[in-house]
Structures are given as C-alpha cells and as structure tokens.
C-alpha cells in the first residue's frame, strides 16, 4: 500500500511526507509495549520527582544509543548476535518481573531502585533493545537515514510521554503491568525467532493485533482505592 502511495506521489516532498507519516504511525503502534515497561522501571523509584528524573535523562541516553542504531543498522543487521541479546534482555525482563515477590496486593512488581542512577541505565537499554525490532522494521520502510531519525526522534517524545501516562495507569488498572510484560516477552519472542529463522515470523499485524488484545484485558479492571495523589501523572 505504501509503494503504491509513493508512485502517485507528484513530487520528492510528498513522498517523504508520505513516508515520514507511515514511519511515525509505526512508532506509535511499536511503542506501547516499551512505554508500560519503561514506566514500571521507573516506578521503581518511590519519589515522582525522581521519576520524571529517570524517564527524561533515561530517554535521553536511549535517544542517542537509538540513533547510534540507525546510523549502524545496515552493520548491525548483518549480525544476529544482536537480536539475540535484545531478545534475550527482553525475555529476562519479563522472567524477571513474573518471578519477583507479590506484593501486598498479590501482584508482581517491577524492578525497585535506591537511586535515580540505577534506574536510568535499565531504561536505557531496555529502550535500546526495542529500537532493535522497530529500527529494522523502520529502514524497511524507508533507506533514507534522515527520515528514519526523524521518525525516530518523534518517536521518542511520544514515548516519554506514554510513559508518563502508563505510570498513573499501572496504578488505576490491576491488570495493565503484567499485560504490558507479557508483551515485552512476546517482542523478545519475535526478536529471537527473527534471529534464527526470519521466514517463521509472523506478520506484523499478528504480533499489533494480538498486543492491542493483550492491552485491552490490561485495561479491563480497574483498582477501586486509588487515591487522588496517585492519579497525578509524571508529565
């Protein structure tokens, strides 16, 4: 469909447009799986100040590990090591958080932090090991560096905000961590299954569909005692 908008396309510019657009609309769709467990890192920090902390300088760090990525991706691709280990991070992650110590509600619970400067290295490469799934699925779309920074870039802000919403959320719906971690595992999944036989991945659209599922059953229960302080969100 998007060869086909680009054909008709009368001129250079609406065709980077039209790219630049459908670039975005991927990093949207990719990023709310990373948004929920970049929140849960940083809600590992008791003190929303030092949240804001972490999610700003935390994504500022991924943001230039990312464009490293970009600017490398015609390197990296050629090396399945890589998807192995961001799959094998992200497949930690989730063991990591479906074997913690339930807490009082009898739920699991991300990772817990004593300091803003434990917190932003996690975020960071958690970050880093998404962008290995939608930077390959971004370059190809389009092989002009600069229109996948640039959805890269936007990509990021949109990020920094969905994790600030996904904080306020994790604590109103009962279901949404461990739904945003069974996603983080399915993204593992994929990345690992790519790495060692690209033909047995399924379409893209399997792997939104089955998350925008995934999500819905995450916002399906709310918890009925949250209080008005922790519905304020870390902007």
Do not use: C
């Not at 930077?135 to 890269?152: D, F, P, Q, R």
């Not at 990021?156 to 983080?184: C, S």
Request: hydrophobic fraction near 55%; glycine fraction near 6%.
């Amino acid at each position: 469909m998007l060869d086909r908008l680009i054909d008709i396309s009368p001129n250079l510019e609406i065709e980077a447009f039209l790219v630049l657009a459908v670039l975005i609309a991927l990093e949207a769709v990719l990023s709310a799986d990373n948004a929920i467990a970049l929140a849960s890192i940083a809600s590992g920090l008791e003190n929303l100040k030092l949240q804001r902390q972490a999610l700003n300088i935390g994504l500022l760090v991924a943001y230039i590990l990312r464009i490293s990525l970009i600017v490398a991706a015609a390197w990296v691709i050629q090396f399945w090591q890589f998807e192995v280990a961001g799959a094998l991070y992200l497949l930690w992650l989730t063991y990591s958080y479906f074997s913690s110590s339930e807490d009082d509600d009898g739920g699991h619970h991300g990772p817990r932090f004593s300091s803003l400067w434990r917190a932003i290295p996690l975020i960071a490469m958690t970050d880093l090991a998404f962008s290995l799934d939608s930077v390959t699925t971004a370059i190809a779309v389009s092989e002009k560096i600069w229109l996948v920074i640039a959805g890269g870039t936007i990509g990021v802000i949109t990020l920094r905000f969905m994790a600030g919403l996904f904080i306020r959320w994790l604590k109103e719906y009962a279901h949404l961590e461990d739904a945003g971690y069974i996603t983080v595992g399915l993204v593992g999944l994929r990345l690992l299954v790519r790495a060692l036989d690209p033909h047995l991945v399924p379409p893209q659209w399997v792997l939104v569909s089955t998350i925008a599922a995934i999500f819905i059953w995450g916002f399906s229960k709310r918890n009925p005692d949250v209080s008005f302080e922790d519905e304020k969100t870390v902007d």
